[in-house]
């Protein structure tokens, strides 16, 4: 991991206990980083402890604050766990954002359209095919994965001036996408959510927003966008001639927004919105 070396914004975060749930992946480390940089104390919570740990030894070596916890934001227990660690380390959370989701190729079809033809035939996947168990991994995934680690950590936030917290949707969100049904539904009822969020806490000194992606090639997408031999798929093709930009997003480019909104100088009477990055994707309309 390579240390963002000149920030877009620099929010003074100094003192402030930052909770990244999905905290060692591609966008959110970034994220962990830019906030470390911010001076703020950094607890990064992943699946996968060891990337988590690695990550927070990085960053503490740079110079700046942080731990690697384990959580299954799937798990109550869990979350409680990495709660307390929390608070034995750095005390009560003022910023939270839910970065743990993705998608499964269990909850993905193998085509666009539903295909008459290949219906039935041996390994071909259509939207019969889809394997419930896996839908509601990923649906919960993102959506419940949301909602508990909100419910854990948002206890520490009631009625503590400039507490925030920050979701992460996706341009999914807003149209879905072609063979992801899952994925597409759990990140609208995420920016469902974040509203509501916003009006239930919004008495009590909680802003609750969310950033939309648009598209970034990651680890976790790129069976989608990327062949085998490192070529584009055709999927990539249309995504690309569909943003504007003509390109895809880079992990950075998110790191303004995310400061913008978690800084209450300069987003102080901002909440209950979800902001797209995306590259002009969301405003285009094909034609």
Not at 54 to 81: F, M, P, W
Not at 114 to 123: A, H, L, S, V
Not at 251 to 278: A, C
Request: glycine share 10%.
């Amino acid at each position: 991991m390579v240390l963002i070396m000149k920030l877009p914004i620099k929010p003074n975060l100094e003192g402030k206990v930052v909770v990244i749930t999905g905290g060692a992946g591609v966008l959110c480390s970034q994220f962990a980083w830019a906030i470390a940089a911010c001076k703020a104390k950094v607890a990064i919570l992943n699946r996968t402890e060891e990337k988590a740990v690695k990550l927070a030894e990085e960053i503490k070596a740079a110079g700046y604050e942080a731990i690697g916890v384990h959580v299954n934001v799937l798990d109550k227990e869990s979350i409680e766990a990495a709660h307390k660690i929390v608070l034995e380390h750095y005390g009560k959370c003022d910023i939270l954002i839910n970065g743990a989701g993705g998608n499964n190729p269990k909850a993905t079809t193998d085509d666009e359209y539903f295909n008459r033809e290949k219906y039935g035939q041996p390994n071909h996947k259509s939207f019969f095919d889809l394997d419930p168990q896996g839908f509601e991994f990923v649906f919960g995934l993102n959506m419940t994965g949301t909602l508990l680690p909100t419910q854990i950590f948002a206890r520490d936030m009631i009625d503590k001036p400039g507490s925030v917290i920050l979701n992460i949707s996706s341009m999914n969100a807003y149209t879905p996408l072609t063979k992801i049904p899952a994925y597409s539904a759990a990140k609208a009822a995420v920016s469902n959510f974040t509203q509501w969020l916003a009006v239930h806490f919004a008495k009590h000194g909680i802003r609750v927003n969310a950033i939309a992606p648009g598209f970034f090639s990651t680890a976790q997408n790129a069976a989608l966008l990327w062949n085998e031999d490192g070529t584009p798929t055709p999927r990539t093709h249309k995504i690309l001639s569909n943003t504007p930009m003509g390109r895809f997003g880079k992990p950075e480019e998110l790191i303004g927004t995310v400061l913008w909104l978690l800084d209450n100088q300069s987003s102080g009477f901002v909440t209950g919105v979800i902001v797209p990055v995306d590259g002009g994707f969301s405003a285009y309309s094909g034609v």
